[in-house]
């Protein structure tokens, strides 16, 4: 099992800029893609950013991938998504995610943290 903890959340105008942080615990990370995805409301749940635990590889959502930058640190166990620019349409509720490299959806999730992005 692995547990997920979010933190990092809170409100911003427009054009700042805020560190979301997640932090894993539980089985070691082997070969795993730890993500971040956000859901706003009336709205589905959507990937924003991924990295590849082992190799630090990264991918991005189109409409993020100028602003936002996904990081970890391997000793501690954390994920960072470092946001920037941040416009009204990037609030959300943002959660962490992770699956091993060989599963198909995302398993083990966090409880979210709450971005909101003024105007």
């Known amino acids: 099992q692995v547990q997920l903890a979010e933190s990092g959340g809170g409100l911003v105008q427009a054009g700042g800029s805020l560190r979301l942080s997640c932090v894993a615990s539980?089985?070691?990370?082997?070969?795993?893609?730890m993500g971040w995805f956000r859901q706003a409301p009336g709205k589905e749940r959507e990937f924003v950013a991924r990295i590849r635990w082992s190799l630090g590889t990264t991918r991005y959502m189109d409409s993020v991938k100028d602003r936002f930058t996904i990081s970890r640190d391997l000793a501690g166990k954390t994920v960072y998504l470092q946001m920037n620019t941040l416009k009204p349409e990037d609030t959300a509720v943002y959660y962490c995610a992770a699956r091993a490299v060989t599963a198909t959806d995302y398993n083990y999730w966090g409880q979210g943290t709450q971005v909101t992005v003024s105007s």
């Open positions: 539980g089985r070691t990370l082997g070969d795993y893609y």
